[in-house]
């Protein structure tokens, strides 16, 4: 693999559904690749969650949660070896990931303003270097013109069990049963919203994890950024 550090707003989109590993294997691929990562998925939590903070309601304060979004102050930090989220210079990594903001991230996510806003910001974080970044429309919307564009999935059961494994380690008290059904809900409301769908793009490399770790899937990955690289 050839040094990609110079490679000035070279872009790897990586798109899925929830639980399909991809905040793992891009963080991976970023690092390896000298890369910057950037969670989109964060950036919508992180919407959803000052908006819990404000009380405003989903389907009812659209326009007062778009207006908001677009005044928040995005920064993607590394503290202490690991990557962190700022928002308006606090640390929302932690309280971005609890259930109740993760429910109300799709729905808010749904919010065309939102979505114009976050775009906008995405877009300028990978204009001065070379970004993997994560999410669910990125091959799509946000960088259609990306140099590699990988779609990521997995069985719903699959996902479920990752998602449960990972809620039972921090103490949450969960049943497998419940969390495959909030994955299928999860799922159908991503893949049908009317603004930027979940759906590969059409030049998208379509990879299963289904019986895979993440070192494999990274290998995977980094061996299509490496092709991409020799073809340049």
Do not use: W
């Not at 969650?49 to 102050?73: F, H, K, N, P, T």
């Not at 990306?146 to 990521?152: E, G, M, S, T």
């Not at 996902?159 to 809620?167: F, P, T």
């Amino acid at each position: 693999m050839k040094n990609t550090t110079d490679q000035t707003g070279c872009m790897v989109a990586i798109d899925g559904p929830a639980g399909a590993g991809k905040s793992t294997v891009a963080k991976a691929v970023a690092d390896r690749a000298g890369f910057t990562y950037i969670d989109t998925g964060a950036m919508y939590r992180a919407v959803a969650y000052r908006a819990l903070q404000a009380g405003l309601q989903v389907g009812e304060d659209d326009d007062a949660i778009g207006s908001m979004a677009g005044e928040l102050a995005f920064e993607f930090v590394t503290l202490d070896g690991s990557r962190q989220l700022m928002v308006d210079g606090e640390d929302v990594s932690v309280v971005i990931r609890t259930p109740e903001v993760g429910a109300l991230s799709s729905p808010v996510s749904a919010i065309g303003e939102v979505r114009e806003h976050l775009v906008a910001a995405q877009r300028q974080m990978a204009e001065s270097v070379p970004v993997v970044m994560e999410g669910r429309d990125i091959g799509t919307v946000v960088f259609p013109d990306a140099q590699l564009k990988i779609f990521l999935t997995a069985s719903a059961q699959e996902r479920a069990r990752r998602r449960y494994e990972e809620l039972v380690a921090k103490g949450e008290q969960v049943t497998y049963e419940d969390v495959l059904a909030a994955q299928r809900e999860r799922d159908d409301r991503d893949r049908s919203r009317e603004l930027a769908p979940l759906r590969p793009a059409d030049d998208a490399v379509q990879l299963d994890t289904d019986g895979l770790n993440a070192e494999q899937v990274v290998e995977r990955i980094m061996q299509f950024l490496s092709d991409q690289g020799e073809d340049r």
